[in-house]
């Protein structure tokens, strides 16, 4: 049988594709990797109205009551932490570079971190109560970080797709 792909060379029995379009298939971002290839692109646009909603709020604060707190510059110092750090991660996973693999795993500590101050800060230094939303930040932010900075570690798939 032929190959499924180019039709031209002898097919291996595993995957229907002849040895020349199955490494140029490894080597594509596809399958399980499509899930932080959206993650990446919907975590940038979130960053992009994140950090635009944050400065609206600090400048609306300052407008209103003269004076920014502690929470509003930590955060716009994270935020401007976080651009740098998401485009980086964006720039990496879709260029198929190959430090992607460390790059990846700081964009999701990093996410962590994010989320963590954003959760915790307020409710331990203004004692405000925890919200449902608040909670859900911080349990996705943890659920992606034990699925995929794992994955980023041990996946022999991060090796034939972004290690040449």
Known sequence: MLCIKCQEAEENKESGF?????????GRINGLLYLPALG????????????????????NTYQKQGVVNSFS????????INAPVTVLACWFFFRKKVKTRYVMIT?????LIF???CTLYPALVF???LTQPAINMLAR???SCLIWVPYFIFSSRINKVFVH
Do not use: P, Q, R
């Open 18 to 26: 002849c040895d020349n379009c199955e490494k140029k298939e490894e």
């Open 40 to 59: 990446l692109i919907i975590g940038f646009f979130t960053m992009l109205y994140n950090d635009f909603c944050i400065v609206s709020l600090i400048a």
């Open 73 to 80: 510059i930590l955060l716009l110092a994270l935020s401007i």
């Open 107 to 111: 964009y999701y500590l990093y996410g």
């Open 115 to 117: 989320a963590s101050f």
């Open 127 to 129: 004692h405000v109560n």
């Open 141 to 143: 932010a943890l659920i």
